[in-house]
């Protein structure tokens, strides 16, 4: 049974749609975070939420945190082709330094 | 900038072998973690240290994984003896704990292994 389970678990889209990505828990965590992983490389950090309901933008991207601290969600304004990549999302409990993560929602922009 | 180095990048060994996966943090950086990578379980931590001292290995599957950290710029991961089922990807990462919550990870492009 996986602590977080992330939601879809793959996406096709097309460039320029809309999506969204969810990483769901019935455990609180203290923070989250968020890393997009390409084909033969390690996952990388695209952002930390900490406090419930936080938003954060980056780019085409958006970032919430749910207001219980159990749940987040990432969407994903007109998609392009460089958005293609696995995308992990990690639980910090009780703030430990290690992070739980999610078995990824592998999405794929086509041209 | 070298980010997080690990070697070999692929290994390909017969059951029973022993395996040795290596890892160089970045300089500076006081934590280092071991990952394991399937299709099926996802990405599961084995082990992470801090300060070169082991704080939690309850990932580690069982007495045929061991690492070590004998100083702040190396760790290894040993498998001995492998089994076809240890075949996966192995990430090593680093991160500068400053006892923040954003703390990052720096992943390394991590190390394919095959046991056949």
């Known amino acids: 049974t996986q602590l977080l389970e992330q939601s879809p678990q793959f996406l096709s889209i097309q460039e320029g749609e809309n999506l969204t990505v969810y990483c769901n828990s019935s455990?609180?965590?203290?923070?989250l975070q968020w890393y997009r992983q390409e084909p033969g490389e390690g996952p990388v950090l695209l952002v930390t939420?900490?406090?419930?309901?936080e938003v954060k933008k980056l780019k085409r991207l958006t970032f919430q945190f749910g207001d219980a601290r159990k749940d987040s969600s990432l969407h994903i304004t007109a998609a392009q082709p460089g958005d293609t990549g696995l995308y992990l999302c990690?639980?910090?409990?009780?703030?430990?330094?290690?992070?739980?993560f999610g078995p990824g929602t592998r999405l794929s922009v086509l041209p | 900038d070298a980010g997080v180095i690990q070697s070999p990048r692929h290994e390909v060994t017969e059951m029973g072998q022993e395996v040795t996966l290596r890892c160089k943090p970045i300089?500076?950086?006081?934590?280092l973690f071991w990952y394991r990578q399937t299709m099926m379980r996802g990405l599961e931590l084995l082990i992470y240290?801090?300060?070169?001292?082991?704080?939690?290995d309850s990932g580690m599957p069982e007495d045929r994984f061991s690492a070590k950290m004998p100083n702040a710029s190396f760790s290894t991961l040993k498998i001995q003896p492998s089994e076809p089922r240890d075949s996966a990807v192995y990430f090593c990462?680093?991160?500068?704990?400053?006892?923040?919550?954003?703390?990052?990870?720096?992943f390394g492009p991590g190390t394919r292994l095959t046991v056949l």
């Open positions: 990462a680093s991160t500068q704990n400053a006892g923040g919550i954003y703390n990052e990870q720096f």
């Open positions: 300089s500076g950086h006081n934590s």
């Open positions: 240290f801090n300060n070169n001292v082991p704080i939690d």
């Open positions: 939420v900490v406090t419930g309901g």
């Open positions: 990690a639980g910090r409990r009780n703030y430990g330094q290690n992070f739980v």
């Open positions: 455990s609180v965590f203290s923070s």
